[in-house]
């Protein structure tokens, strides 16, 4: 079994959740993406979200959420991606990079739209009363 570690932000608004589609993909993912060998998961949130969407992350403000495992979407039935889950405010304007193909609000259509981690994630979220599903 082949283990992606990733990293991601819960940025929530008007119960619903923040959430990207990268060109080329046809699911919407929490924004985040791999942690670089030798990287700390903090740092990594960081350095995707500024390329992701253009705003900084306050570092002082990062706060573990939770940990999800689920099948990694777009890969063979061996590969799982580990998601490292982090609530922080930011500065700036939220715009999508050249990566990212879309930005949608996600709530109750989650199912839809999402990766099986984002889908996790959510339900997560759901069950702590931040959003409603």
């Not at 193909?101 to 989650?110: A, L």
Request: hydrophobic share 40%.
């Amino acid at each position: 079994m082949d283990l992606i570690k990733s990293v991601a932000w819960f940025h929530i608004e008007n119960d619903k959740i923040l959430c990207v589609r990268t060109k080329g993909k046809d699911k919407f993912y929490i924004p985040g993406g791999k942690i670089d060998q030798g990287e700390r998961a903090e740092d990594a949130l960081v350095r995707e979200i500024r390329e992701e969407l253009n705003i900084s992350l306050n570092a002082e403000s990062l706060s573990p959420a939770v940990k999800v495992i689920a099948a990694a979407h777009g890969f063979d039935d061996n590969v799982q991606v580990e998601m490292q889950c982090f609530f922080a405010t930011h500065r700036g304007s939220i715009s999508a990079n050249s990566e990212i193909e879309e930005i949608k609000w996600v709530g109750s259509n989650y199912l839809q739209y999402c990766a099986p981690a984002a889908q996790k994630a959510i339900e997560f979220l759901a069950a702590e009363q931040k959003i409603r599903i």
